[in-house]
């Protein structure tokens, strides 16, 4: 079974400086999707970035980048520029191209921004 | 576009009662999904309808029933209430494998 794991549960960057939030997957498939999500203290789950696992280019979405890294099963977050508005919970997931719908999220890492 | 709706937005029950938690989207999509997020816990899957008339198991099904009553309509139920239920609920929905889920505001439940 697909496995999600996001190792720090809680961490902190100062505003304006770099963070980069970790997350590690299990599967055996080749083909999949993975995805960081963003819930805010208003408890909306927003999308931050999704990569397809077949590209071998790191998806950017201004100042959210990822270094997926297939063979280590590693998909991490940077936050560039950290603002006070980034502050929030972030998900990783995982979805696979074939068989059945699911998303399967990690349990979170709680991103605090100092000012 | 309201994009994804869900109601209530919060209740509190009583061990025992039943309640109907309503999610709806605007968006054509075929996916539907429930989830219910506890502190430390993440999202797990409660249940997931991949198109209209079709519903399936998730993570933690045991305790709920669903309905896909259309395509834009996707109610989660709890039959009789218990205090491990205590949960905030999600509702969302995805157009095909490659799509990305939008999420409802949640529900906030509460039971005594």
């Known amino acids: 079974a697909q496995t999600v794991t996001q190792s720090q549960p809680e961490m902190s960057v100062q505003e304006a400086e770099t963070v980069t939030l970790s997350c590690t997957y299990d599967?055996?498939?080749?083909?999949?999707?993975l995805f960081w999500y963003k819930q805010p203290p208003s408890r909306q789950m927003i999308l931050v970035i999704r990569q397809e696992a077949y590209k071998q280019q790191n998806a950017t979405e201004n100042r959210f980048s990822v270094n997926f890294q297939k063979a280590a099963k590693s998909f991490s977050l940077k936050i560039s520029d950290s603002q006070l508005g980034d502050a929030a919970m972030y998900f990783c997931a995982y979805r696979r191209t074939n068989g059945d719908d699911k998303i399967i999220f990690g349990k979170g890492t709680r991103l605090h921004i100092l000012p | 576009n309201a994009g994804v709706t869900q109601t209530p937005k919060f209740q509190v029950l009583k061990t025992g009662q039943s309640m109907t938690l309503q999610c709806a989207q605007d968006m054509n999509h075929n996916s539907m999904y429930w989830y219910r997020q506890d502190p430390g816990m993440g999202l797990r899957l409660i249940y997931y309808?991949?198109?209209?008339?079709?519903?399936d198991k998730g993570e933690v099904p045991n305790g709920y029933n669903v309905s896909r009553l259309n395509k834009r309509e996707f109610s989660l139920r709890l039959e009789s209430a218990a205090p491990s239920q205590t949960s905030v609920y999600f509702c969302?929905?995805?157009?095909?494998?490659?799509?990305?889920?939008?999420f409802g505001p949640g529900t906030r439940l509460l039971v005594l």
């Open positions: 599967t055996s498939e080749s083909d999949y999707y």
């Open positions: 969302a929905s995805s157009q095909g494998l490659a799509a990305s889920q939008y």
């Open positions: 309808s991949a198109s209209e008339g079709t519903t």
